[in-house]
């Protein structure tokens, strides 16, 4: 019998490790050779191999053109490995109990604070009933957030308390958080210390497009759900 994709795949040690970091958020090349200690054509080489196998996508930095981020699809990810988990006995596709969020402080940033990061904090609220104290800011902030907002938040998951008014990231000087989220790169690479754990989410501006809300507000919601089975 043949050994499934998944193992093969991500049974190597420099491609489990890349697996690994991007696990916590996405990153560019760069900064994946500086975690794994290993030189920048053989991390691309692995990258690629992860890329043609479905596990890891990139996207062009909306802060540099010139650069990239590597993310880590975990949904791919979850498929495979119960595919694997299946392939060696049906017993182990069994799930288990969904985990609980315990209490944390998140802080989702981008810069208009006008669609991502508000879309963001809605759903994290709603996924946890209120468990988590979320907030949402922008690095410059647009004057209300954008009416796709509400509407894709209410069409697509019936959320009907959405917030109008957007918050400068000024606003919450001083305030510390567990988690800081950023969702566009320019919000990264602009984000202050807020002593908190940060990672980075790399998602396009949806603009004026509803069908691009939606599609954002899906790819959010996905990442949320992965965030939560995690430890806050």
């Not at 694997?84 to 069994?94: G, M």
């Not at 019936?158 to 918050?167: L, N, P, Q, V, W």
């Not at 989410?201 to 939606?214: E, I, K, Q, V």
């Amino acid at each position: 019998m043949d050994v499934p994709p998944f193992p093969r795949l991500a049974g190597h040690p420099l491609r489990w490790r890349l697996l690994t970091e991007l696990a916590g958020g996405d990153l560019r090349v760069r900064e994946l050779v500086a975690r794994v200690g290993q030189p920048q054509n053989l991390v691309s080489y692995h990258l690629r191999l992860l890329r043609d196998g479905g596990l890891v996508t990139t996207s062009r930095s909306a802060h540099d053109a010139r650069d990239a981020y590597y993310h880590l699809d975990l949904s791919r990810c979850a498929t495979e490995l119960t595919a694997t988990a299946s392939a060696l006995h049906p017993a182990l596709t069994t799930a288990g109990p969904e985990p609980v969020a315990g209490p944390a402080s998140v802080l989702f940033v981008c810069t208009g604070n006008s669609a991502r990061s508000p879309i963001a904090e809605a759903l994290l609220r709603y996924r946890t009933a209120g468990a988590v104290a979320v907030l949402s800011a922008g690095v410059r902030p647009k004057p209300r957030v954008h009416p796709h907002t509400a509407r894709v938040l209410r069409e697509s998951f019936g959320i009907e308390d959405t917030a109008s008014e957007t918050r400068h990231l000024t606003t919450l000087t001083g305030r510390r958080f567990d988690h800081v989220i950023t969702l566009c790169d320019r919000a990264r690479e602009n984000c202050p210390d807020f002593g908190a754990r940060v990672r980075h989410w790399s998602l396009p501006d949806p603009g004026d497009d509803y069908a691009a809300f939606t599609r954002t507000a899906v790819e959010i919601d996905t990442r949320v759900h992965h965030l939560l089975k995690e430890p806050l």
